[in-house]
T-cell receptor, first 114, second 115 residues
Framework: ETGVTQSPTHLIKTRGQQVTLRCSSQ?????VSWYQQALGQGPQFIFQ???????GRGNFPPRFSGLQFPNYSSELNVNALELDDSALYLC?????????????FGEGSRLTVL | AQKVTQAQTEISVVEKEDVTLDCVYE???????LFWYKQPPSGELVFLIR??????QNEISGRYSWNFQKSTSSFNFTITASQVVDSAVYFC????????????FGSGTRLQVQP
């Protein structure tokens, strides 16, 4: 177990709706990043938060947004859901910035958009 | 731009066979990190190894070993005497040595170990 918890584990939405996914990082970790993993593919970086500020973003549209709270937990919000948003959303926590640190992943939230 | 290629989509072996998972990467950075993760059906990515671009020593950890060759931009992973519990999807990933800890993943190799 990595100590990173995500909720909900599964959810179903319809096209056009909005969704909020939550992540509790490992104790003491101040950096959270989010990844989208479509079926049969590798995870793709969405964005990263460090001390409540967005600190890097992948190639995702603005309808993907996030928050990080003072306790370093985080939310991923997706507006105007599209069918292609169906995926496993993974949260990872780590301590500080810099390339060498290990990321600890949660088990993900599986989103199905109908 | 960075890219990671795992050409083997799926591999099936019989228990106790050795198996090598291939990983080829592209980057313009001189300093970077390479990773291998295991993803069991539960979905969680389990960290296996991290290697920085200045350390080309091969590494062995129990039944696992890794071969990093900068000259061919490859970072291959070998499981010796495979076991059914090794069945999972394995991902190779690359990260720049910057403040942004974005991992670039390959598409993964699904390993099935048959009893």
């Amino acid at each position: 177990e990595t100590g990173v918890t995500q909720s909900p584990t599964h959810l179903i939405k319809t096209r056009g709706q909005q969704v909020t996914l939550r992540c509790s990082s490992q104790s003491g970790h101040n950096t959270v990043s989010w990844y989208q993993q479509a079926l049969g593919q590798g995870p793709q970086f969405i964005f990263q938060y460090y001390r409540e500020e967005e600190n890097g973003r992948g190639n995702f549209p603005p309808r993907f947004s996030g928050l990080q709270f003072p306790n370093y937990s985080s939310e991923l919000n997706v507006n105007a859901l599209e069918l292609d948003d169906s995926a496993l959303y993974l949260c990872a926590s780590s301590l500080g910035l810099g390339g060498s640190g290990e990321l600890f992943f949660g088990e993900g939230s599986r989103l199905t958009v109908l | 731009a960075q890219k990671v290629t795992q050409a083997q989509t799926e591999i099936s072996v019989v228990e106790k066979e050795d198996v090598t998972l291939d990983c080829v990467y592209e980057t313009r950075d001189t300093t970077y990190y390479l990773f291998w993760y295991k993803q069991p059906p539960s979905g969680e990515l389990v960290f296996l190894i991290r290697r920085n671009s200045f350390d080309e020593q091969n590494e062995i950890s129990g039944r696992y070993s890794w071969n990093f060759q900068k000259s061919t931009s490859s970072f291959n992973f070998t499981i010796t005497a495979s076991q059914v519990v090794d069945s999972a999807v394995y991902f190779c990933a690359l990260r720049q040595d910057t403040g942004r800890r974005a991992l670039t993943f390959g598409s993964g190799t699904r390993l099935q170990v048959q009893p």
